[in-house]
């Protein structure tokens, strides 16, 4: 089965995450908008899994081991699994 | 209540996208994993609103505009929404 991925690799949370600071401040300061922003990077994978377990703990897998975030700072979050 | 809602701001299909064409020469070359990837920006908004609805429609808004994406080039899209 071909399954779509989405993972967000982000600043963990004890980390201060500048852009997403910044954009909170224009919707408060724009919009009147109060909400907490966050910003990472988001992938959408599209590949081969038995199953939907099996495709998210491989997105997972393959994201580390291309060191497509640093283990010191961010997380990698798998935001949504579907069936591709 | 409270909403958080994970935006994905990408390049619209049509449109090259290099740095998920480069995680993908990636993922074949040093994994052999056939995989097909799109790179764009992780938002995480956690904001007040009256439904769901309300909460996704209203995240997609307030990205537009405070032009977090290109319109000639992007798509902002839900990957998800939960409670806060």
Do not use: F, S
Request: aromatic letters at 4%; charged letters at 30%; a negative charge.
């Amino acid at each position: 089965m071909r399954y779509a991925v989405y993972l967000n690799i982000a600043y963990r949370p004890e980390i201060r995450d500048p852009e997403g600071d910044a954009i909170r401040r224009e919707l408060l300061e724009r919009r009147g908008v109060q909400a907490d922003v966050r910003a990472g990077k988001c992938l959408a994978l599209v590949l081969e899994a038995a199953d939907e377990a099996e495709a998210r703990e491989g997105a997972v897998k393959l994201a580390w081991e291309l060191r497509l975030g640093n283990p010191n700072v961010h997380v990698v979050e798998v935001v949504r699994v579907a069936h591709a």
